[in-house]
């Protein structure tokens, strides 16, 4: 009987060998930049099937660092998307039918996100250009399942813990990038492309060729990484986090981006008011040192476009910048007035603002523009309609990470308990940025947002026992020696 078992055990293995071979017969004519690609996805793909949490911290710092359309446009790569996406879910459904490990399914999540589909899709029936809505539509489910995707490995050890991380340490990485570059050093061709300095403006603007989305990005992991700066109990990760969170703040000061600094300013408040009264003082301490030693080392023209703050509200005149934003909003609100409850159609704000900008007389420059507020943009394509459903989610969101708040605090597990705090905190930062800017970096936008909708089930699944059903798929399932030798005995 142990011996047919353990043939039977070989032969699921065989047959995952086998299908490995059907892939590879399959590519044969690949070319050898691609087969290459393809080798190190193997082998990446290795690693993450017995180690899953490394897939997830890998997915988060291709979202972050914006790796495969820079890795596409610098280097001619083959998108990394179009095999990760894939490649993930295989690894989930996987891990689930020969280990038994559960993913995480996000149920909440689904249906809200179904109402947001449904919603960009009927637009396409009365929008002008159908196509466009139609495409949006398309887009937004490419977005959402790769979000659903990282849902699904919060089951495992740490899953919370593991996006957070990931993102603060690429974000990290990307302003050191930018730190070196300003101290004179030329990077290595290639690499500038993920913390790139404009040409004409000199405003850094990271991987994502835009300095005011990098900025929110950065106002996201700031509190994640000042929560690890004040909670360390070690010297070496005190200084470690201390250089994060330096890092951070001057890769947030030379993006210039005024709707960067008001965002953390209230991020930073809502971390604020959790403080003691010693990290409060110390706080203020460290900020002042930090502002005073960037504007040192930085000098007075980092600050020049930050100043413009103060003078826009002192005084009624306005940049070309600013300028242009505010057509935008006029647009977008004249749009709403005319079309109230489901708007003009997801995609369709472009192709009516030429018309209208004309007849107000706004600021023109010949061609469509975005509307420069995710939430303008909500009402003037999908209406009232749209953006109380948008907000309903952000409800949930703010929901989810309140209940986490409290049942971790609950459950004394105060660390975490502020953890789900600084999360909220930098999304509040980063939903704050938004209102100035549209929707053209969505994903990591909505990984965010749909872990903080899910942060309250999360929080019960990492704090309470998870009752282990016997699953009718049991009999597929790698033997207990079997697990062991493929894994490499993890005990060793």
């Known amino acids: 009987m142990a011996a047919m078992t353990r043939i039977s055990q070989s032969a699921k293995l065989m047959g995952i060998g086998l299908a490995a071979l059907v892939v590879t017969m ?26 899953p949490q490394f897939g997830l911290s890998l997915l988060i710092v291709m979202i972050v660092s914006n790796l495969s359309p820079n890795l596409i446009s610098t280097f001619g790569a083959p998108s990394i998307a179009k095999l ?19 993913p995480y399914f ?41 979000a659903l995707i990282v849902l699904g490995f919060m089951r495992y050890r740490n899953g919370f813990e593991i996006v957070a991380i990931s993102s603060v340490l690429t974000a990290t990485a990307l302003c050191a990038l930018g730190f070196v570059q300003v101290l004179g050093i030329v990077l290595p061709p290639g690499l500038e492309v993920f913390a790139h300095f404009n040409q004409f403006h000199g405003r850094f603007e990271g991987p994502v ?28 990760k005190f200084v470690f986090w201390g250089l994060a969170v330096a890092l951070l703040l001057f890769g947030l000061l030379v993006t210039e981006s005024r709707g960067g600094i008001l965002a953390l ?125 948008f907000l309903s989610i952000l409800f949930m969101a703010a929901l989810g ?24 905190a930098g999304l509040a930062g980063y939903l704050t940025g938004m209102v100035l800017l549209h929707d053209s970096y969505p994903t990591f936008l909505w990984i965010v947002i749909l872990l903080a909708v899910e942060s309250g089930r999360i929080a019960q699944l990492r704090l309470e026992p998870e009752d282990d059903t016997p699953s009718p798929l049991n009999r597929f399932r790698l033997s207990q020696e079997l697990r062991v030798r493929s894994v490499g005995n993890r005990s060793d």
């Open 26 to 51: 399959a590519i044969g004519d690949a070319s050898i930049l691609e087969l290459s690609a393809l080798a190190v996805f193997g082998v990446v793909s290795l690693v993450t099937l017995l180690h």
């Open 84 to 102: 990760a996406v894939p490649g993930l879910t295989g690894l989930l459904i996987t891990r689930y039918f020969f280990w038994g490990d559960r």
């Open 106 to 146: 996000g149920w909440l999540s689904l249906l809200l996100l179904i109402g947001l589909v449904a919603l960009t899709l009927f637009g396409a029936t009365y929008a002008v250009d159908w196509r466009a809505s139609l495409g949006n539509a398309i887009d937004l489910v490419k977005v959402l399942v790769v």
């Open 209 to 236: 060729n835009d300095a005011n989305f990098f900025a929110v990005i950065l106002v996201f992991n700031i509190p994640l990484a000042l929560l690890y700066f004040l909670h360390t109990d070690r010297t070496y």
């Open 265 to 389: 300013g209230v991020a930073l408040g809502i971390i604020f008011l959790l403080l003691s009264r010693r990290q409060k003082i110390a706080s203020i301490i460290a900020f002042a040192v930090l502002l005073t030693a960037a504007s040192v080392f930085l000098g007075a023209e980092a600050f020049e476009r930050l100043a413009t703050l103060g003078q826009l509200v002192e005084t009624v005149e306005i940049d070309k910048s600013a300028e242009g934003r505010l057509a935008s909003y006029i647009v977008a609100w004249e749009l709403f007035v005319t079309h109230p409850w489901l708007g003009v159609g997801s995609g369709n704000f472009n192709t009516h603002f030429q018309d209208i900008a004309l007849e107000q007389g706004l600021i023109f420059r010949g061609e469509g523009r975005s509307a420069h507020s995710l939430y303008l943009e909500f009402l003037a394509e999908k209406g009232l309609i749209g953006l109380l459903y």
């Open 401 to 424: 990470l309140v209940g986490a708040y409290q049942y971790a605090r609950a459950h004394g597990e105060d660390r975490l308990a502020v953890q789900f705090a600084a999360f909220g």
